[in-house]
């Protein structure tokens, strides 16, 4: 999954580029299941190439559940745990069965979704305990301390006081929470701050800096 994801993204575009890509390999992948429709792109079209896809990334969930042994049965013992994305994937999914009418799932969510039930597989391979949420959780507090966007002021609100809705005038901070967030930044930056960052270019009509005057000249 992770190695198919890099693929589309190497080619450019962005997240809508590889996403687009996407959804044209799985129109060839499947064109004998969909020969039955004219308009590829329709609605009815979408949604049984989108079942399709879901079906063979569950097969495959289950074939490297079995291969890291994660299939043993219940009450048998020993194993590796099971993966919490992948178990969440697949409850979505039947939340989309059961309301078909309303609910839908995007391609890009399942693929996504795909790619780190894969990490956290590998993770808990090796170590049961393994928490791909706690491993993200350095990222994720730096985003949501330094973005400024409505969006992640909102999950930032949600995770200090508890509620979208809630601020300082109407609720108490979840103190616990703002220290948890403060180390998870600190290890971020910690962790990258041996990473050299690329260097802005020169504003617009402005000349960039000269060069030393012992500087060797241009060839």
Sequence with gaps: AISKMLRLAAKGGGPAGAM????????EKYAAQLSQFDDLDSPEATKERQRLFREDWQRE???????????????????AASSTTADL????????SENADVFAIPDYFVYMSRAFSTLEGIGLSSNEDYSIVSEAFPY?????LTDDSPRAKAALRSMVYGAEDK??????????????MGDGFTSYSSATAAVP???????????????????????
């Design 20 to 27: 687009r890509r996407m959804v044209e390999e799985n129109k």
């Design 61 to 79: 969930q289950a074939a490297d559940a079995l291969a890291r042994g994660g299939g043993a049965p219940a009450g048998g013992g020993g194993g």
């Design 89 to 96: 994937t697949a409850k979505i999914e039947q939340l989309q």
């Design 140 to 144: 994720l507090s730096k985003r949501l």
């Design 167 to 180: 601020d300082a005038s109407n609720a108490t901070p979840n103190l616990s929470k703002v220290l948890s």
């Design 197 to 219: 960052q690329a260097a802005a270019p020169p504003a617009a009509g402005k000349a960039a800096s000269p060069a030393p005057a012992d500087a060797a000249p241009a060839a």
